[in-house]
């Protein structure tokens, strides 16, 4: 197990990786007082003349203890914490199961910076941006093509804020029905992303959460026990984080219609789905995809994202207004304020734009056909890396053996956990070392030491060796040299975290303010 | 299961779509074919005709003339003198901003460890810092989506802080904020508007002191308000909420900080608002993010739904980072959780902090000067068109109330856009005891012809005849 420095070793397939480390001081340690980093243009004199209105006790005392900075001393700071951060464009970024991370096509990027879409201001004259929501428009076609919903609503920044929006559709139906008393139930699943039953109890339903059974499908003896007059709701993925397609689905959303209640498909990934099957068929009413997953706009360290969403016909008066209108006689775009609620907000104008105009250039890049290729071509990937992890020394993947997977797996390490002392928390920041990202998986951790693995579309079998045989070198390590991987990450621009200080009322320190307000040098208490 | 793709050459975006690579794949699975995996599937919910939308556009280059036409039928800023504001920004955008949020170890990361991710850790931290030292509050969010969920989620912080169920805001306040609030905190919490004096549009402070009770939350309000307003009475407000055990909670707009004293300084105790103008591009007012700030206080630090990235010692010496009481996140807690986290605007927040440091303590201070002397000339300027009224005799930032005597605000911006200026807000549907009133705002970068460009076009709409009175 030995390497040399330096050399490519081509009989490997994993690299000999390290991150840029920088070593880079905080910002603010890179002042100096007098730079400065931009000017502004100067109000002429004329203008001047006018003078400042009187602010008195209103006007601020002192300066904002900003740094001061020359504009390439900025730019520099930053250069270097970019090369201290890995993308997908960096890495075989398959890791980070549950969310699609896929190719963010660069022209896609231009075509969202554009000054004619960026510089455009929501409360322009409709005439004067035709442009904006003739993407706005293209987009809800094709999702809806895709759900079979009746209308989406492009607003909810990211997948949560979609699932509050669906959450919010629920309580304001429920509402309007007078049933606020009787219907106060939303069931979900453990596997369902957490935002699910945050969301839904937000707007004041109980929840009710459904396990899996041996099959590592929602059990349907528990969904049958669950359902009754009060549920408002079923919240559910499909095939959950584990990989699993449900395929009782539609047993579980009449249950829940003949109890009168709303069912909501949260296809935050869909990728394995598009053009293979719809929330329409499965009898949903709502659903929601994001469009920084299964439509490749980038993730952006954790937005700006979009969730859009899709309902059936009956529930578009509760979505939040304005939805997009396209008046054929006139052959003009406009902001549908008639259709949808006359109260319900969610956001601030009408959705992320820069996100949507990427997703709806990604899909009409594709066509019908070539999107359907994406989720075989996401599956078979899947099936792939499935097959090659099993067979893995300490590595199993729970429920439904013999069966295929869709377009990820939870793993466990349980097994090498019990064999080597080592699980999921230590094994990934040893995976870094050779510039691969693993995550574990959201919790709790009814799989024990999981990960999830997503290969989507985008990569090469080749880079899917590559990513299976850092798999394979770490796990061999577990067994061989634990010590190595206990200490990992070795190569990563810094070393072991102390996180207990982050749990400590008395010590974290959210900003450099609060850090100086507690600590001298190097973390010395005050 | 619907056909193969056309003929069999593979899509860049997919390289494995490749059919004899396909086939050495299946052939190591054990599979026959693609069709297998999608056995799962019932056949009455398999999709069996090709999806109905357009065919695909094939070359990168005719997509983008595509997009390019699409984005032509646009008439952008750029190309006009725009005086709209009310809730998003025509700022000046520095070029390093759009640099940084642009490189991709940035644009296309997600969620790697604060090992992988050092870097990410390390911008938003400083964003938070850098708007500390804004705001002079030590805790500021990773931000959210936008301004108003912001405000919305810091008033349901009050509320779980205080055990109470009731806000009171403006009846003046950004409408459309009004609404999200609203309807973000129901069912649980009810908003109350308090009214505003007429003369001056600041809270009226009989009128909330007659609301004020010990079942009250938090008092809510904006600083500058959505009509432009400074609001004289922050200090009083705060005290008045105090008075009855509620919270403060006051939304600022932050590129009025360098010139106006910060909410901690009048006794807020959340701060929040939009960091659109921070660098970010208005996007059709799809470029937002949204910050919440507080003191250091555990009762509110674990109140917080979203990501906070503390500074931590690493085995070595160097400055780490991670997530500070992760365990309140509905990451850890699902239903039991403060509200909820997911994706939401953490490039923004980079972005903004490169824009803080950009502007340093001079810059922001240039800003809000630039701004104020520039929203000077230009009110008095058009308070000077017969029929043209300012309507706030408060002192204002960047944006003020306009009413015109006996014409609709429509038909004025319909004149001035035939001339190439996008006039204010039209506030007449949202706020019709204002009358013809329109929001007019001005930025940084406008020069004095461009000001008098619109007041001698004004100048001659109202001089107008016929057909334009309401």
Known sequence: ?526 | MATEPRGAQSHPYIPNSEPSVQRGMLQEIGADSIDDFFECIPNDLRLNAPLRMPEPICSEAALKRRFEDTASKNRSVNKVISFLGGGCWHHYVPASCDEINGRSEFLTAYAGDPYEDHGRFQALFEYESMMAELLEMDVVNVPTYDGAQAAGTALRMASRITGRKKVLVPELMGADRLKVISTYLHPQIDVVTVKSARRTLTLDMDDLRSKLDGSVAAVFFENPAFLGVIEPNGEKISDAAHSVGAMSVVWADPSSLGVLKPPSKYGADIACGDIQPLGIHMYFGGGRGGYIASSDEERFVMEYPSRLFGIAPTSHGEWGFGDVAWERTSFAKRESAKEFVGTSAALWGITAGVYLATMGPQGMADLGTGIMLRSSYLSREMSKIPGVEIATGSPFFKEFPVTFEGRRVKEINKALMERGIYGGHDLSPDYPSLGNAALYCVNEMMTRADMDALTSALSEIMRGQGGMCS
């Open chain 1, 1 to 526: 197990m030995s390497f040399e420095m330096g050399r490519r070793n081509l009989d490997k397939k994993y690299r000999e990786y390290h991150q840029a480390r920088w070593d880079e001081p905080i910002i603010f340690d890179l002042s100096q007082k007098g730079e400065r980093g931009i000017l502004l243009p100067e109000a002429e004199p004329e203008v001047a003349a006018a003078g400042l209105p009187e602010l008195g006790s209103m006007a601020r005392e002192n300066p904002p203890k900003l740094p001061e900075m020359s504009q390439m001393r900025v730019l520099r700071h930053y250069m270097h914490l970019s090369q201290e951060n890995i993308g997908a464009d960096e890495t075989v970024d398959i890791g980070q199961g549950t969310c699609t991370m896929k190719y963010s096509p660069k022209i896609n990027d231009r075509l969202a910076g554009l000054p004619d879409f960026a510089d455009v201001h929501p409360r322009q004259d409709e005439s004067t941006v035709q442009g904006s929501l003739e993407i706005m428009y293209r987009t809800e076609q094709m999702l809806k093509a895709i759900s079979g919903m009746d209308r989406f609503c492009l607003h909810p920044g990211g997948g949560s804020q979609a699932i509050l929006a669906i959450a919010t559709v629920v309580r304001e139906w429920v509402d309007s029905q007078g049933l606020s008393d009787e219907k106060d139930e939303i069931i979900t699943t453990i596997f369902s992303h957490p935002s699910n039953p945050a969301c839904a109890a937000l707007k004041g339903f109980k929840l009710i959460t459904i396990y899996p059974g041996p099959d590592g499908r929602p059990d349907p003896d528990a969904m049958r026990a669950a359902v009754s007059s009060r549920t408002a709701a079923l919240f559910i993925t499909n095939p959950e984080d584990v990989g699993i397609y449900n395929s009782s689905i539609k047993e579980f959303t009449k249950l829940v219609h003949d109890a009168g209640g709303l069912c909501s498909y949260d296809q935050a990934n869909a990728n394995a789905l598009l053009g293979i099957t719809r929330a329409r068929e499965a009898d949903f009413d709502l659903c929601f995809f994001n469009i920084h997953k299964t439509f490749s706009s980038p993730h952006g360290c954790g937005g700006p994202g979009s969730g859009v969403v899709g309902v059936r016909e009956h529930l578009v008066r509760f979505l939040p207004a304005p939805l997009v209108g396209f008046d054929e006689a006139a052959g003009r775009y406009y902001l549908d304020y008639d259709s949808p609620s006359k109260t319900v907000r969610l956001k601030d104008f009408y959705g992320v734009l820069p996100a949507i105009i990427r997703g709806c250039a990604w899909m009409l890049s594709l066509g019908p056909d070539w999107l359907r290729e994406v989720s075989r071509v996401a599956v078979l990937n899947n099936n792939y890396m499935f097959k090659k992890i099993t067979a893995m020394r300490g590595v199993d993947a729970p429920y439904a053996e013999g069966e295929f997977r869709m377009e990820q797996v939870r793993y466990s390490l349980r097994k090498l956990k019990e064999e080597t002392g080592i699980g999921a928390a230590e094994f990934i920041n040893r995976m870094f070392d050779y510039g691969m990202h693993l995550w574990s998986s959201h919790e709790p951790w009814i799989v024990p030491e999981p990960f999830t693995v997503e290969p989507t579309e985008s990569y090469s079998k080749a880079e899917l060796d590559e990513y299976l045989s850092v798999l394979e070198r770490v796990i061999g390590e577990c067994y061989e040299t634990p010590e190595v991987v206990r200490q990992a990450p070795h190569k990563s621009a810094i070393h072991h975290v102390d996180h207990d200080i982050l749990d400590d009322p008395e010590r974290w320190a959210i900003t450099w303010r609060a850090y100086q307000r507690k600590y001298k040098g190097y973390f010395e208490p005050r």
